[in-house]
């Protein structure tokens, strides 16, 4: 306890130190609050590093992105692991993936990664295809012509989250769906509400039926379920493969680890799809550029689209829609709000450019904020405003953003940084463009009238894209081609 209270205080060297008056607390709670205008307001005050005390850790913001660089390039000092390793374990109850206990278990892990890429996203990607138009199919293309109306943040994610699904783990034989994805998907909404908590690992038995409800979700992926379902990708294949050669692994840990994968792999893209729409669809001029697009892209294959026809996107396809992509990314800086983190391994003297350093101690977090640099308006002119082609230029994607007249290296990190960034980039792109174009081609899309603009829901900054403060009402009827 003595511990935990004793006060630290700044070293010679050492970068300015924010502790907060509670002991162990620190700041932590003037950070969740909003943690973007916590960072902005203490930069303002004692510049672009300093340290600040968050439950009981030691956080030292580097808030200039041309100091980027110095930080994601590996360093022997600095471990990129050591605090995922511990977190995420917790939060989705597996044990932690040590070599003690499961030799070898971490490297294979992230060689299953590689599944996510190269001939595995191709076959993810057409998979992703068949499993979205089977779903607009059956739920959405059968309503004839009139307007329904729909809850958008909601509509996104009932499908992506069941697309997503079937595309990773497969389903039952002859290309039925699952019975009970709405509880699931429910079950999964309320374990999502709890992250940000278990992520900051405070013990689930504090969190009313938290433990209930992920046990439920764990269950799902047991053997005896998952052995029954058919068109399973390779990426989660090899992984179950893999946990079978581990006698130290549980069922139940083996189906936790698969639980994980499930978070990951729809915790952040489902709201990345609703910001697109959304911002799609509240810009028209923005909309009719990117249908306008895919439609070109599609006749340069020969194939004119038809309503009662399956479309297919392939992978070439999809990476020949410039403005659609650059729509996507620019969602995708004005919602997420991820932390990049890096743990010092011993005190050592931190160089960040070629004239600054700073002292750091064994065990204090390095943290990059990107959201920072994303609402930067040195970076971005008028931050704040959606411009679906800001990522294109001269008919290719655009890739040199300025700071201080330098051109930055990293720009918009969604996904991390360095050796931890997601693995399932390239597949969360395209799937949010194929939903995209199916969404674009067959309907008419308008919000509804008298609603005030959505905003972002601070609760989850640090851990990924944010969730809308409230959903959105939006109006969709097929188009006439
Ligand atoms: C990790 C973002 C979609 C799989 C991460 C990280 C971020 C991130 C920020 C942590 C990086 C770090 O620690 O520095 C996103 C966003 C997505 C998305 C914004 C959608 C828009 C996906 C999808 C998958 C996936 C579709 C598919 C399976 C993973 C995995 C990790 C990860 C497995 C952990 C990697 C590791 O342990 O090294 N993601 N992600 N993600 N993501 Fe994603």
Redesign the pocket.
């Known amino acids: 306890l003595l511990c935990l209270l004793r006060r630290r205080n700044r070293r010679h060297g050492e970068p300015p130190l924010i502790r907060g008056v509670i002991p162990y607390i620190g700041k932590a709670l003037q950070f969740g609050k909003d943690a973007h205008r916590f960072l902005e307001d203490h930069r303002k005050k004692y510049g672009d590093i300093f340290t600040v005390h968050i439950a009981g850790r030691y956080m030292t913001f580097i808030m200039d992105p041309l100091m980027y660089p110095s930080i994601i390039k590996q360093g022997r000092q600095l471990d990129?692991?050591e605090f995922?390793n511990k977190v995420?374990p917790f939060t989705f109850g597996y044990p932690p993936v040590i070599n003690g206990k499961f030799p070898g278990l971490k490297e294979q892990?992230?060689r299953s990664?590689n599944l996510?890429q190269g001939d595995g996203l191709k076959s993810l990607t057409e998979s992703m295809m068949g499993n979205l138009i089977l779903l607009f199919r059956q739920d959405h293309l059968r309503e004839g012509g009139s307007w329904k109306s729909s809850s958008m943040f909601e509509f996104c994610f009932t499908i992506m989250f069941e697309a997503?699904f079937l595309t990773?783990y497969g389903g039952p034989p002859a290309g039925c769906r699952h019975s009970g994805m709405g509880p699931l998907r429910e079950d999964f909404l309320k374990f999502d509400s709890m992250f940000p908590l278990l992520i900051a690992q405070i013990p689930i038995w504090l969190l009313g039926r938290t433990k209930a409800i992920r046990k439920k979700l764990i269950n799902y992926f047991l053997l005896h379920r998952m052995s029954r379902w058919s068109n399973t990708s390779q990426?989660i294949k090899l992984r179950a493969e893999l946990f079978e050669q581990y006698d130290t692994l549980s069922d139940v840990d083996k189906a936790a680890h698969h639980f994980?994968?499930l978070w990951?792999?729809?915790?952040?893209?489902a709201?990345?799809t609703f910001w697109a729409t959304y911002y799609l669809v509240s810009h028209p001029e923005a909309l009719e550029a990117v249908h306008q697009e895919i439609h070109s892209v599609l006749r340069l294959s020969d194939m004119e689209f038809s309503s009662d026809r399956d479309i297919t996107m392939s992978r070439d396809q999809l990476e020949k829609l410039l403005y659609l992509e650059s729509a996507i990314n620019e969602s995708?800086r004005l919602s997420?709000a991820?932390t990049?983190?890096r743990v010092a391994q011993e005190d050592f003297s931190l160089r960040l450019d070629t004239e600054r350093s700073v002292s750091v101690r064994k065990g204090d977090i390095i943290a990059l904020y990107p959201q920072s640099m994303h609402l930067d308006p040195e970076i971005y002119e008028e931050p704040q405003t959606f411009r679906f082609d800001r990522y294109v230029q001269d008919g290719k994607e655009k890739t040199d953003f300025y700071k201080g007249g330098q051109k930055l290296k990293y720009y918009l990190m969604?996904?991390?940084?360095?050796?931890?960034?997601?693995?399932?980039?390239f597949?969360?792109?395209n799937?949010?463009k194929q939903f995209l174009c199916l969404l674009l081609l067959y309907f008419d899309l308008e919000l509804e009238e008298g609603q005030s603009r959505a905003t972002l829901d601070p609760s989850r900054a640090g851990l990924?894209?944010l969730l809308p403060a409230t959903d959105v009402r939006f109006r969709y009827r097929l188009r006439k081609v």
Do not use: D, Q, W, Y
């Open positions: 990129f692991h995922s995420a892990i992230k990664f996510l997503t990773l990426f994980a994968i990951a792999s729809v915790g952040n893209t709201p990345a995708l997420s991820s990049n983190i969604p996904f991390g940084s360095g050796s931890t960034m997601c693995p399932g980039r597949f969360a792109l799937e949010i990924g894209v």
